[in-house]
């Protein structure tokens, strides 16, 4: 295979994408013309994992400390009246809307009060400043990590970022962070993303860089019925490996030492449909509600009605009246009388 490498990174143009209220983006799929809301590829493999329930006990703990630690918070919690039951009393919707718009506002305060977003910021300024052109300014505290990152990735040649992809099969799309080309793979460019937390499980972000790999590149909505995509091949001039991506971690905690980590996107593309079809299957159980009431009594009229019409016994009879008493009248009575004589 021959291939010359890009001169340039390729940076995709500035794409508007339009999002639902849920911040996920509203994607029309190839040779379609309706608007449909994808998942954000970050967050796909969320439905196999208990991430988000982790995630919501850990805020809450902040919040709780929050709460308890100032007490012009914990009055303000304190004057809020919010009910959704009999035994505290209830209170209009439109009381209760409010009343939990507020106490959600001292819960959000109270967390930032006790710093939960501190490593996020400053995880989000080192993923920033190792984006190439960045020309902020590396604080102290972030020197290692830009340091770490120049470091791990010096065989690599980074040749596009920042470029957002979708993929129909998956129904999800997000922006990946690079395309670097390796020595080790030859003819072939590998999807790559950037980690700055302490944590994180490998197998997400497989999930997360398959559905990058076997995407196309978003350009926009279609203009009169065309499809306004490249492929990854197309957009770049080279091929994306199928089957190994690069997670770059240089975390802002200083542990672990920055590294360059391979991930296997055949595994990640195996369990990527298995969230996808999991996904599906939590909002076809949504849609469905809690199902239609049933007429019980119209059902038991029909079978006393289908067992009255071939009732040829007195014991027969007598046990159909025990089984269909509530129901049982006169009239079905005088229907055994006729029957039996």
Partial sequence: MEWDPLVEERVAP????????RGNPLIVPRGETVPVEYTRASYLASFL????RQLS??????????????KDLAARAAAVFYSTGRLTGTQPISARQAAARELDAVFDEACERMGISEAANLGTAGHSLTEP????????ELADVVAGYNEVTMGLERVASEVFVVCDELRSGGT??????SPEYPGWALIGDTKTGKNYHQAEFEIQLAGYSRGEVYLG?????????????????????PSVGLLVHTSVTGSPKPRVVKLDLDRGWRLAKQAAATRDARREIEKVGIGEKMDHKAVARQALDEALAGVETREAATELWRRFKPI???ADGETVKGRLG
């Avoid at 500035?14 to 209220?21: G, H, M, P």
């Avoid at 994992?49 to 988000?52: N, S």
């Avoid at 006990?57 to 929050?66: D, S």
């Fill in 328 to 330: 049982w009248t006169d």
């Fill in 221 to 241: 909505d279609p203009i009169d019925g065309a499809d306004q995509r490249l492929t990854l091949q197309e957009y770049l001039g080279l091929p994306i490996h």
């Fill in 49 to 52: 994992t208990v991430e988000g």
């Fill in 176 to 181: 990946f962070d690079s395309v670097y080309l």
């Fill in 14 to 21: 500035n794409v508007v994408v339009t999002r639902s209220e």
């Fill in 57 to 70: 006990a850990w805020r809450q703990r902040y919040g709780i400390q929050g709460v308890a630690r100032f």
């Fill in 133 to 140: 052109g960045n020309q902020g300014q590396v604080p102290e």
